[in-house]
């Protein structure tokens, strides 16, 4: 990033924009951060950071659940079924999923859901269709766990209700 020959992504652009830091290497290695592909084993065998935690996807949610406790809201930005649906991989899509999908069942096991929303989106639809490397205009799936759950769900009908449902949720107007 500091050689500008790559830009930031929109996740880690808005974070910087806001003044706050980017997560690193060293936060990985010391398991306050987790790596996009949820295990870490991309970091270990494919970037070779030998000291790079690896987590099953089970207890990589309940760490994603660990590191977000001392914050208000945590942002998880995932790509790799963006890569795998770019690449029309269908095979490494579905791995993916499941992986996925313990990683879900992880933080939705280890989460105060009591006093805890999670959602999952995405801001484009991609990987559902391998037939070609193209993002897609399909409507996107919205998982959303825990507090609050029910009036989020019935005022996310677009990507751009997510940000005053957050609001809502975080900073509720006093009646
Ligand atoms: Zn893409």
Not at 106 to 114: K, N
Not at 120 to 134: F, L
Not at 139 to 157: E, F, P, S
Request: glycine share 10%.
């Amino acid at each position: 990033m500091a050689r500008g020959k790559r830009l930031l992504s929109a996740v880690p652009y808005a974070n910087t924009c806001a003044g706050l830091p980017l997560l690193n290497a060293a936060d990985l290695e010391a398991g306050l951060a987790l790596s996009a592909d949820f295990t870490g084993e991309g970091w270990r065998h494919e970037l070779g950071y030998s000291n790079a935690p690896v987590y099953t996807p089970d207890a990589a949610g309940a760490q994603l659940w660990k590191i977000g406790l001392p914050y208000d809201f945590i942002f998880f930005e995932h790509w790799q079924t963006d890569v795998d649906g770019h690449e029309q991989a269908l095979t490494r899509a579905r791995s993916m999923l499941q992986r996925f999908d313990g990683f879900l069942g992880g933080l939705l096991s280890a989460a105060d859901l009591d006093h805890t929303m999670v959602i999952v989106s995405s801001d484009h639809g991609n990987v559902e269709d391998c037939s070609h490397g193209k993002h897609t205009v399909n409507k996107v799936l919205t998982l959303i766990a825990g507090d609050g759950r029910q009036q989020a769900a019935g005022a996310i009908t677009a990507l751009t209700d997510f940000v005053p449902v957050i609001l809502d949720y975080l900073l509720p107007k006093s009646s």
